[in-house]
């Protein structure tokens, strides 16, 4: 499986303010993909970052909220703009697994566990 | 109807205890089935596949039937390491994208000693 980093590991930022995710991967991904997990909720994805055009975001989040970027095939970063409480929240990057003969798996990062106040 | 669901627990059990999850999926044209674990407050690992035919990892096995459209997870001989939550993770009938996998809400499991 790839080895995926995520940084920050934790913030606290002010409402109004804008926090921004960086993931980096130890080798060249077609896709990466971004989930948002809620206190006590599942995972929701996000978005699919796109190496040399925009990302694919997925029903209810917007690029203005969620811009993200992908410059490369092992780097990607999601802000998470004009915060609010209700963004409290562990962001997760992460990318599929070889195929196998079980399926795709996908693999997370750390995860950035973002508190809002 | 939610398309995975799990029973959110908590499960509590006495350390080498046997337990069992389930989990069910609405969509039948669903072709992968994981289980996950995510311990507090981090990301979630991948635990096992579930092949048609079932399999065994050490202490967990894990079911699919298809005909009722549910997974199972069991745990022989519970250690407190196991104390985590148990994701349900399905996947749809196209590979190559996270779009068509679908996570349960977790069961969480607390191993007592």
């Known amino acids: 499986s790839a080895v995926i980093s995520q940084k920050p590991s934790r913030d606290i930022c002010q409402r109004g303010t804008s926090l921004t995710i960086q993931c980096q991967v130890d080798s060249q991904v077609t896709m990466m993909f971004w989930y948002r997990q809620q206190p006590g909720q599942s995972l929701t994805l996000i978005a699919t970052a796109n190496q040399g055009s925009e990302a694919t975001y997925e029903s209810g989040f917007v690029i203005d909220k969620f811009p993200i970027s992908r410059p490369n095939l092992t780097f990607s970063t999601l802000t998470v703009s004009n915060l609010s409480p209700e963004d409290s929240s562990i962001y997760l990057c992460?990318?599929?697994?070889?195929?196998?003969?079980?399926?795709?798996?996908?693999?997370f990062g750390e995860g950035s566990w973002l508190t809002v106040v | 109807r939610k398309e995975v669901e799990q029973d959110p627990g908590p499960f509590n059990v006495p350390e080498g205890a046997t337990v069992a999850f389930n989990c069910t999926y609405s969509n039948s044209a669903s072709q992968s089935f994981f289980w996950y674990r995510q311990d507090c407050r981090k990301e979630p690992k991948l635990l096992m596949s579930v092949y048609s035919s079932g399999n065994e990892d050490g202490r967990f096995t894990a079911q699919l039937n298809r005909a009722s459209q549910y997974i199972s997870l069991l745990i022989r001989d519970s250690k407190l390491s196991d104390s985590a939550t148990y994701l349900c993770?399905?996947?749809?009938?196209?590979?190559?994208?996270?779009?068509?996998?679908?996570f349960g809400s977790g069961t969480q499991l607390t191993v007592l000693p």
């Open positions: 993770v399905v996947r749809g009938p196209f590979s190559g994208s996270a779009r068509q996998l679908t």
């Open positions: 992460s990318v599929l697994g070889l195929p196998s003969s079980a399926g795709n798996t996908i693999y």
